[in-house]
Structure formats: C-alpha cells, structure tokens
C-alpha cells in the first residue's frame, strides 16, 4: 500500500485537492489501464516541457510570445494587470476585452513574503515606459488586502508614466439579491457606481 500512500500525498500537493478527492483520484489511476496512464504521463511531461512564460507579458505559451502579444487585431492601447495566468483566462471568456496582458504572478503580501521585487513590477514599468501608445493601464488584481496593496502600488509607480490608469469595479453579481451581500461588497458598488 506505500505506493497508493505516495500517490496520495502527491494529488494533494494540487491546489484545492483534499484527503477524499486525492484518493479518490489514486483509486482511478489503480482502476484505469495502462494506456490511459501513459496518455496521462505523456501529455504531463509534455505540458511541462512546452509551455513557458510569454517574454512580453509573462503568460503561459508554448512559443517565446503568446497567443495574444502576437495577435495583431488586438489594442497595444490599454493593458489589464492581473495577479495570475488563470486569470487572463477568466477575462479572455467574457470576449469583452482586446487589449494586451501584463502577469504579475502574484501580488504584494507583506505576512507571506511577497514584496514587489518578486513580481514582475519591474518589466511592467518598463513596458510602459517605452511603448507611447499606450494609453490605459487597467489594475485587475483580487479584491482582498493583498491585491489592494499591489493596485495602490502599481498606481504609484505607474501615475506619470501613463496617461490614464483604472481598476476593475467590485459590486453587486448578476442575479444577486443586495441584502444578502456582506458589507465590504455593497461598499465597493456604491464607490464604483456608474452613471446610466
């Protein structure tokens, strides 16, 4: 039983993966066949050796820049900022927004570690500086203390670089009843309300 022991412990270095659903996985791997192993292994050991990060914007891609740097009917205007490469996946299926990506991987967290020198701060500022043609930076990071942080940083450092910066809105979700949302949320709606 050490192996199914060592495979467990394995799946539950995954993110979000419990002591149930890790041996629940085990067990599959034991029940499925050989082939499906080895189709498991094959597309693990590939995906690990293909995909790098984009040298412009720091997401995932399989070539020296991404899918969408390299996308020429995309905006080189504005730039969303995000903490993580899941992410621009989250933003890419709205199909609202056309601009490019910067990926921080991460954000500034004081009690984990995290300062700015870990992120890649540095290279956003740069490409700021040196691209004149844009105009926008959108702040997209995680409404909690920490993501509060990195946006009240970046737009210190980036306020006379670039001519307008803004941040996502937090509010109210589609559907949602308003008496059922916790203070902080409702908060944030009322700061970020629109005119209609």
């Known amino acids: 039983m050490r192996s199914i022991e060592k495979i467990i412990a394995l799946f539950r270095k995954f993110p979000g993966v419990g002591p149930k659903q890790a041996e629940r996985f085990a067990m599959h791997v034991v029940k499925s066949d050989n082939g499906e192993i ?5 597309a693990l ?5 293909s995909v790098k990060y984009c040298r412009i914007c ?14 020429e009917s995309r905006s080189r205007r504005t730039i969303c900022v995000v903490e993580r490469p899941q992410d ?5 299926r709205t199909g609202t927004f056309n601009g490019l990506y910067h990926v921080l991987h991460g954000r500034i967290s004081p009690l984990s570690g995290n300062d700015f020198s870990s992120l890649r701060i540095r290279e956003l500022v ?6 004149k043609e844009i105009s926008e930076v959108i702040i997209a990071t995680n409404p909690s ?3 509060e942080a990195t946006a009240l940083y970046l737009t210190k450092i980036l306020k006379n670089r670039v001519g307008k910066i803004t941040r996502i809105a937090y509010g109210v979700p589609l559907g949602g009843d308003i008496d059922y949302l916790d203070e902080m949320t409702l ?3 009322l700061k970020g309300r629109v005119k209609i």
């Open 38 to 42: 080895e189709s498991l292994c094959r």
């Open 145 to 147: 203390s920490d993501g």
């Open 126 to 131: 740069e490409r700021v500086s040196s691209g």
């Open 45 to 49: 050991r590939e995906l690990k050796q």
């Open 88 to 92: 621009v996946q989250a933003i890419e």
């Open 187 to 189: 908060s944030y709606a």
């Open 58 to 71: 720091f997401n995932l891609s399989e070539s020296e820049v991404c899918e969408i740097c390299s996308d």
